[in-house]
Protein backbone atom coordinates (compact mmCIF):
# COMPACT_ATOMS: atom_id res chain seq x y z
CA UNK A 1 0.00 0.00 0.00
CA UNK A 2 2.84 2.60 0.55
CA UNK A 3 4.60 1.37 -2.51
CA UNK A 4 1.15 2.37 -4.06
CA UNK A 5 0.85 5.62 -2.70
CA UNK A 6 4.64 6.40 -2.78
CA UNK A 7 4.30 5.41 -6.49
CA UNK A 8 1.30 7.62 -6.66
CA UNK A 9 3.57 10.51 -5.40
CA UNK A 10 6.06 10.30 -8.13
CA UNK A 11 4.40 9.07 -11.33
CA UNK A 12 1.19 12.10 -10.58
CA UNK A 13 3.44 15.23 -12.07
CA UNK A 14 4.43 13.52 -14.60
CA UNK A 15 1.86 11.63 -15.72
CA UNK A 16 -0.29 14.76 -15.55
CA UNK A 17 2.48 16.21 -18.12
CA UNK A 18 2.51 13.38 -20.69
CA UNK A 19 -1.97 13.46 -20.26
CA UNK A 20 -1.64 17.28 -21.65
CA UNK A 21 0.48 16.67 -23.95
CA UNK A 22 -0.67 14.03 -25.74
CA UNK A 23 -4.06 15.61 -25.79
CA UNK A 24 -2.21 17.66 -29.05
CA UNK A 25 -1.91 14.68 -30.47
CA UNK A 26 -4.20 13.36 -33.30
CA UNK A 27 -4.74 10.87 -36.40
CA UNK A 28 -2.68 12.64 -39.38
CA UNK A 29 -5.58 14.10 -41.68
CA UNK A 30 -4.66 11.70 -44.74
CA UNK A 31 -5.91 8.46 -42.37
CA UNK A 32 -9.54 10.45 -42.54
CA UNK A 33 -9.21 10.97 -46.14
CA UNK A 34 -8.37 7.09 -47.22
CA UNK A 35 -11.16 6.25 -44.68
CA UNK A 36 -13.45 8.77 -46.59
CA UNK A 37 -12.59 7.87 -49.78
CA UNK A 38 -13.15 3.87 -48.98
CA UNK A 39 -16.18 4.48 -47.67
CA UNK A 40 -17.13 6.45 -51.17
CA UNK A 41 -16.20 3.62 -52.52
CA UNK A 42 -17.76 0.74 -50.71
CA UNK A 43 -21.46 3.19 -50.53
CA UNK A 44 -21.73 4.38 -53.91
CA UNK A 45 -24.22 7.46 -54.28
CA UNK A 46 -27.78 5.99 -54.54
CA UNK A 47 -30.39 7.27 -57.25
CA UNK A 48 -33.51 8.21 -56.04
CA UNK A 49 -35.72 4.85 -57.06
CA UNK A 50 -32.87 3.03 -54.98
CA UNK A 51 -34.44 5.01 -51.83
CA UNK A 52 -38.05 3.55 -52.41
CA UNK A 53 -38.94 0.52 -50.29
CA UNK A 54 -40.43 -2.65 -51.04
CA UNK A 55 -43.57 -1.65 -50.28
CA UNK A 56 -43.84 1.21 -52.09
CA UNK A 57 -43.16 -0.78 -55.41
CA UNK A 58 -45.48 -3.06 -54.84
CA UNK A 59 -47.65 0.26 -55.39
CA UNK A 60 -46.31 1.65 -57.85
CA UNK A 61 -46.21 -2.09 -59.91
CA UNK A 62 -50.05 -2.45 -59.08
CA UNK A 63 -50.83 1.33 -60.33
CA UNK A 64 -48.94 0.65 -63.31
CA UNK A 65 -50.43 -2.47 -63.89
CA UNK A 66 -53.69 -1.08 -63.51
CA UNK A 67 -53.22 1.91 -65.99
CA UNK A 68 -51.84 -0.53 -68.26
CA UNK A 69 -55.44 -2.34 -68.70
CA UNK A 70 -57.28 0.57 -68.94
CA UNK A 71 -55.00 1.49 -71.59
CA UNK A 72 -55.22 -1.77 -73.77
CA UNK A 73 -59.04 -1.97 -72.91
CA UNK A 74 -59.47 1.83 -74.42
CA UNK A 75 -57.33 1.41 -77.77
CA UNK A 76 -58.67 -2.63 -78.70
CA UNK A 77 -61.02 -2.21 -81.41
CA UNK A 78 -64.54 -2.46 -80.40
CA UNK A 79 -66.64 -5.49 -82.18
CA UNK A 80 -69.16 -3.96 -84.91
CA UNK A 81 -72.57 -3.88 -83.34
CA UNK A 82 -74.39 -6.51 -85.45
CA UNK A 83 -77.94 -5.49 -86.47
CA UNK A 84 -80.65 -7.64 -84.73
CA UNK A 85 -82.57 -9.44 -87.52
CA UNK A 86 -85.21 -6.90 -89.13
CA UNK A 87 -83.56 -4.16 -88.03
CA UNK A 88 -82.33 -1.65 -90.33
CA UNK A 89 -79.96 1.52 -89.97
CA UNK A 90 -80.90 5.14 -89.94
CA UNK A 91 -79.23 5.31 -93.71
CA UNK A 92 -81.30 2.20 -94.86
CA UNK A 93 -84.21 3.78 -93.08
CA UNK A 94 -84.05 6.15 -95.77
CA UNK A 95 -83.42 4.21 -98.79
CA UNK A 96 -87.06 3.79 -98.04
CA UNK A 97 -88.22 7.66 -97.81
CA UNK A 98 -89.05 7.57 -94.20
CA UNK A 99 -87.86 10.41 -92.13
CA UNK A 100 -85.50 9.97 -89.36
CA UNK A 101 -86.60 12.20 -85.88
CA UNK A 102 -84.19 14.08 -84.43
CA UNK A 103 -86.24 14.82 -81.30
CA UNK A 104 -88.91 13.47 -79.36
CA UNK A 105 -92.32 12.12 -81.37
CA UNK A 106 -94.18 14.02 -78.72
CA UNK A 107 -92.07 17.31 -79.33
CA UNK A 108 -92.96 16.95 -83.08
CA UNK A 109 -96.15 16.07 -82.19
CA UNK A 110 -96.57 19.29 -80.14
CA UNK A 111 -94.96 21.45 -82.52
CA UNK A 112 -98.10 24.00 -84.00
CA UNK A 113 -95.86 25.11 -86.60
CA UNK A 114 -93.76 22.81 -88.43
CA UNK A 115 -92.24 23.67 -91.96
CA UNK A 116 -90.30 21.61 -94.35
CA UNK A 117 -86.89 22.97 -95.42
CA UNK A 118 -85.14 21.49 -98.51
CA UNK A 119 -81.50 21.88 -97.52
CA UNK A 120 -77.52 20.23 -98.16
CA UNK A 121 -76.01 18.26 -95.30
CA UNK A 122 -72.18 17.62 -94.97
CA UNK A 123 -71.62 13.69 -95.86
CA UNK A 124 -69.09 13.68 -92.37
CA UNK A 125 -72.16 15.46 -90.57
CA UNK A 126 -74.40 12.00 -90.95
CA UNK A 127 -72.26 9.50 -89.84
CA UNK A 128 -73.42 9.75 -86.99
CA UNK A 129 -76.71 7.64 -88.69
CA UNK A 130 -74.35 5.58 -90.44
CA UNK A 131 -74.05 6.69 -93.71
CA UNK A 132 -70.84 5.66 -95.10
CA UNK A 133 -67.67 7.62 -95.86
CA UNK A 134 -65.26 7.02 -97.66
CA UNK A 135 -62.09 8.91 -99.02
CA UNK A 136 -63.32 9.43 -102.21
CA UNK A 137 -66.98 10.42 -100.49
CA UNK A 138 -65.69 12.50 -97.86
CA UNK A 139 -65.93 15.99 -98.87
CA UNK A 140 -69.46 15.64 -100.32
CA UNK A 141 -72.94 17.04 -99.42
CA UNK A 142 -76.32 15.05 -99.40
CA UNK A 143 -79.63 16.51 -100.18
CA UNK A 144 -82.02 16.28 -97.29
CA UNK A 145 -85.47 17.35 -96.37
CA UNK A 146 -85.57 18.87 -92.86
CA UNK A 147 -88.68 19.45 -90.61
CA UNK A 148 -87.84 22.26 -88.39
CA UNK A 149 -90.19 23.85 -85.92
CA UNK A 150 -91.53 27.46 -85.77
CA UNK A 151 -88.28 28.63 -83.81
CA UNK A 152 -85.42 26.62 -85.98
CA UNK A 153 -84.98 23.62 -84.21
CA UNK A 154 -84.50 20.56 -86.63
CA UNK A 155 -87.17 18.56 -85.76
CA UNK A 156 -86.54 15.23 -88.43
CA UNK A 157 -84.68 14.74 -91.78
CA UNK A 158 -85.04 12.87 -94.89
CA UNK A 159 -82.15 12.13 -97.08
CA UNK A 160 -83.11 12.49 -100.78
CA UNK A 161 -80.04 12.07 -102.63
CA UNK A 162 -77.78 9.96 -100.67
CA UNK A 163 -76.35 8.14 -103.75
CA UNK B 1 -42.10 20.96 -34.55
CA UNK B 2 -39.42 19.18 -35.69
CA UNK B 3 -35.49 18.90 -34.52
CA UNK B 4 -32.33 18.68 -36.36
CA UNK B 5 -30.00 16.05 -34.42
CA UNK B 6 -26.40 16.66 -35.47
CA UNK B 7 -24.25 13.65 -36.12
CA UNK B 8 -22.08 14.64 -33.31
CA UNK B 9 -24.94 14.27 -30.84
CA UNK B 10 -25.85 10.97 -31.57
CA UNK B 11 -24.84 7.81 -30.21
CA UNK B 12 -22.10 5.74 -31.51
CA UNK B 13 -24.72 3.17 -32.05
CA UNK B 14 -26.93 5.23 -34.13
CA UNK B 15 -24.13 6.64 -36.03
CA UNK B 16 -22.83 3.38 -36.60
CA UNK B 17 -25.92 2.46 -38.40
CA UNK B 18 -26.61 5.39 -40.29
CA UNK B 19 -22.56 4.25 -41.62
CA UNK B 20 -23.61 1.20 -42.66
CA UNK B 21 -26.70 2.65 -43.97
CA UNK B 22 -24.39 5.06 -46.52
CA UNK B 23 -24.05 8.27 -44.39
CA UNK B 24 -20.96 9.28 -44.62
CA UNK B 25 -21.33 11.97 -42.36
CA UNK B 26 -22.37 9.52 -39.21
CA UNK B 27 -18.81 7.30 -40.53
CA UNK B 28 -16.86 10.66 -39.97
CA UNK B 29 -18.48 11.96 -37.15
CA UNK B 30 -17.96 8.53 -35.47
CA UNK B 31 -14.22 8.64 -36.63
CA UNK B 32 -13.74 11.97 -35.67
CA UNK B 33 -15.31 11.12 -32.31
CA UNK B 34 -12.44 8.22 -32.03
CA UNK B 35 -9.83 8.56 -33.68
CA UNK B 36 -7.67 10.82 -30.98
CA UNK B 37 -8.15 8.85 -27.94
CA UNK B 38 -7.31 5.55 -30.39
CA UNK B 39 -4.39 7.45 -32.07
CA UNK B 40 -2.91 8.03 -28.54
CA UNK B 41 -2.85 4.85 -26.95
CA UNK B 42 -1.79 3.10 -30.40
CA UNK B 43 1.45 6.07 -30.35
CA UNK B 44 2.36 5.30 -26.82
CA UNK B 45 2.01 1.27 -27.19
CA UNK B 46 3.60 1.25 -30.48
CA UNK B 47 6.17 3.72 -30.24
CA UNK B 48 5.55 5.03 -33.44
CA UNK B 49 3.28 7.33 -35.13
CA UNK B 50 3.41 5.77 -38.42
CA UNK B 51 2.07 2.88 -36.97
CA UNK B 52 -0.40 4.01 -34.88
CA UNK B 53 -1.79 6.01 -37.71
CA UNK B 54 -2.52 2.42 -39.72
CA UNK B 55 -3.44 0.97 -36.68
CA UNK B 56 -6.47 3.98 -36.28
CA UNK B 57 -6.98 3.29 -40.11
CA UNK B 58 -7.16 -0.42 -40.06
CA UNK B 59 -9.39 -0.17 -37.39
CA UNK B 60 -11.61 1.85 -38.77
CA UNK B 61 -11.21 -0.12 -42.18
CA UNK B 62 -12.84 -2.82 -40.49
CA UNK B 63 -15.68 -1.28 -39.09
CA UNK B 64 -16.57 0.02 -42.49
CA UNK B 65 -15.70 -3.00 -44.53
CA UNK B 66 -17.84 -5.01 -41.76
CA UNK B 67 -14.91 -7.03 -41.11
CA UNK B 68 -14.96 -6.47 -37.33
CA UNK B 69 -18.95 -6.80 -36.27
CA UNK B 70 -19.00 -4.94 -32.81
CA UNK B 71 -21.88 -5.62 -30.63
CA UNK B 72 -23.89 -2.93 -28.03
CA UNK B 73 -24.79 -4.74 -26.00
CA UNK B 74 -21.25 -6.30 -25.36
CA UNK B 75 -19.80 -2.59 -24.26
CA UNK B 76 -18.74 0.77 -25.51
CA UNK B 77 -17.29 0.98 -29.38
CA UNK B 78 -14.66 3.15 -27.26
CA UNK B 79 -13.16 0.21 -25.73
CA UNK B 80 -13.82 -2.38 -28.77
CA UNK B 81 -11.86 0.02 -30.44
CA UNK B 82 -9.02 -0.42 -27.82
CA UNK B 83 -9.08 -3.95 -28.12
CA UNK B 84 -8.56 -3.84 -31.77
CA UNK B 85 -6.06 -1.53 -31.90
CA UNK B 86 -4.02 -3.61 -28.75
CA UNK B 87 -4.24 -6.53 -31.11
CA UNK B 88 -3.20 -4.78 -34.05
CA UNK B 89 -0.12 -3.71 -31.98
CA UNK B 90 0.24 -7.29 -30.95
CA UNK B 91 0.47 -8.55 -34.51
CA UNK B 92 3.14 -5.77 -35.27
CA UNK B 93 5.38 -7.00 -32.90
CA UNK B 94 8.45 -9.33 -32.84
CA UNK B 95 7.24 -12.59 -31.46
CA UNK B 96 3.36 -11.49 -31.67
CA UNK B 97 1.85 -14.75 -31.91
CA UNK B 98 3.76 -15.61 -28.01
CA UNK B 99 2.27 -12.17 -26.97
CA UNK B 100 -1.24 -12.56 -28.55
CA UNK B 101 -2.34 -15.30 -26.84
CA UNK B 102 -4.47 -14.34 -23.59
CA UNK B 103 -3.28 -14.84 -20.42
CA UNK B 104 -5.77 -15.93 -17.53
CA UNK B 105 -4.89 -16.21 -14.19
CA UNK B 106 -1.76 -15.36 -15.36
CA UNK B 107 0.75 -16.99 -13.03
CA UNK B 108 3.81 -16.90 -15.71
CA UNK B 109 2.35 -13.29 -16.46
CA UNK B 110 4.15 -12.46 -12.47
CA UNK B 111 7.09 -14.07 -13.20
CA UNK B 112 8.02 -11.57 -16.27
CA UNK B 113 10.12 -8.62 -15.50
CA UNK B 114 7.38 -5.78 -16.31
CA UNK B 115 10.46 -2.74 -17.56
CA UNK B 116 12.31 -4.88 -20.56
CA UNK B 117 14.16 -2.77 -23.43
CA UNK B 118 11.11 -1.97 -25.76
CA UNK B 119 10.35 -3.87 -29.03
CA UNK B 120 9.20 -0.68 -30.83
CA UNK B 121 11.35 0.00 -33.43
CA UNK B 122 12.55 3.46 -32.40
CA UNK B 123 11.66 3.93 -28.84
CA UNK B 124 14.00 7.13 -27.87
CA UNK B 125 13.34 9.22 -31.50
CA UNK B 126 11.77 11.99 -29.84
CA UNK B 127 7.85 12.04 -30.50
CA UNK B 128 6.46 14.49 -28.12
CA UNK B 129 7.81 18.45 -28.16
CA UNK B 130 7.61 18.63 -24.17
CA UNK B 131 10.61 17.47 -22.76
CA UNK B 132 8.99 16.16 -19.22
CA UNK B 133 6.16 14.68 -21.60
CA UNK B 134 8.86 12.98 -23.92
CA UNK B 135 10.99 11.46 -20.93
CA UNK B 136 7.54 9.91 -19.28
CA UNK B 137 6.66 8.46 -23.13
CA UNK B 138 10.08 7.03 -23.28
CA UNK B 139 9.90 5.56 -19.45
CA UNK B 140 6.43 4.22 -20.90
CA UNK B 141 8.07 2.64 -23.91
CA UNK B 142 10.42 0.82 -21.78
CA UNK B 143 7.69 -1.31 -20.12
CA UNK B 144 6.74 -4.89 -21.07
CA UNK B 145 3.66 -4.44 -23.41
CA UNK B 146 1.28 -6.01 -21.34
CA UNK B 147 2.35 -3.60 -18.33
CA UNK B 148 2.12 -0.83 -20.83
CA UNK B 149 -1.45 -1.50 -22.36
CA UNK B 150 -2.72 -1.37 -18.42
CA UNK B 151 -0.85 2.00 -17.40
CA UNK B 152 -1.78 3.73 -20.34
CA UNK B 153 -5.37 3.05 -20.13
CA UNK B 154 -5.59 3.67 -16.43
CA UNK B 155 -3.48 6.78 -16.52
CA UNK B 156 -3.76 7.87 -19.33
CA UNK B 157 -8.01 6.61 -20.65
CA UNK B 158 -9.24 6.85 -17.13
CA UNK B 159 -10.68 3.32 -18.08
CA UNK B 160 -11.87 1.47 -14.69
CA UNK B 161 -9.82 -2.31 -13.99
CA UNK B 162 -13.11 -4.19 -15.30
CA UNK B 163 -13.27 -1.96 -18.46
CA UNK B 164 -9.53 -2.45 -18.59
CA UNK B 165 -9.76 -6.33 -18.50
CA UNK B 166 -12.51 -6.45 -21.37
CA UNK B 167 -9.88 -4.69 -23.90
CA UNK B 168 -6.84 -6.83 -22.70
CA UNK B 169 -8.77 -10.09 -22.23
CA UNK B 170 -7.67 -10.95 -19.04
CA UNK B 171 -9.26 -11.29 -15.60
CA UNK B 172 -9.57 -8.43 -13.34
CA UNK B 173 -7.13 -9.71 -10.94
CA UNK B 174 -4.19 -10.00 -13.56
CA UNK B 175 -5.30 -5.98 -14.43
CA UNK B 176 -4.49 -4.97 -11.01
CA UNK B 177 -1.24 -7.19 -10.56
CA UNK B 178 -0.01 -5.78 -14.06
CA UNK B 179 -0.98 -2.31 -13.13
CA UNK B 180 1.08 -2.92 -9.59
CA UNK B 181 4.10 -3.52 -11.02
CA UNK B 182 3.93 -1.35 -14.19
CA UNK B 183 3.70 1.75 -12.16
CA UNK B 184 5.78 0.52 -9.82
CA UNK B 185 8.41 -0.07 -12.98
CA UNK B 186 7.72 3.44 -14.32
CA UNK B 187 8.28 5.15 -10.57
CA UNK B 188 11.41 3.73 -10.25
CA UNK B 189 12.61 4.69 -13.85
CA UNK B 190 11.66 8.03 -13.28
CA UNK B 191 12.52 8.47 -9.84
CA UNK B 192 15.83 7.21 -11.71
CA UNK B 193 15.71 10.12 -13.94
CA UNK B 194 14.77 12.52 -11.70
CA UNK B 195 18.30 13.53 -10.05
CA UNK B 196 19.61 13.82 -13.08
CA UNK B 197 17.15 16.39 -14.31
CA UNK B 198 17.27 17.90 -10.94
CA UNK B 199 21.11 18.24 -11.52
Avoid at chain 1, 67 to 90: E, F, R
Avoid at chain 2, 69 to 98: I, Y
Avoid at chain 2, 184 to 192: E, N, P
Wanted: glycine fraction near 6%.
Amino acid sequence: MNDDMTNDSILAAPMATLRAEMEKQAAPTGVEDALMLAFAQAHPARRWYHTLGAGRWRIAGGLTAAALALLVLAIAPQPAVQMAPGQQSLAALEAGGEFIALDSLDRIEREPAPRMVETELPRTALAPLGVEITPENAGESVKAEMLVAANGDPLAVRLTSLN
Amino acid sequence: MTTMTTPTELSDTELLRQAKGGAAAAFAALYRRHQGPLYRYAMLRSGSPATAADIVQEAFMGLLTGRLQFDPLRGQLQHFLFGVARMLALRQEPHAAHRAAPVHGDASDEDLEPELASEAPEPLARLLDNEAAEEVRRALAMLAPHYRDVVILYELHDLSYLEIAGICQVDIGTVRSRLSRGRAALAKRLAQHRPATAA
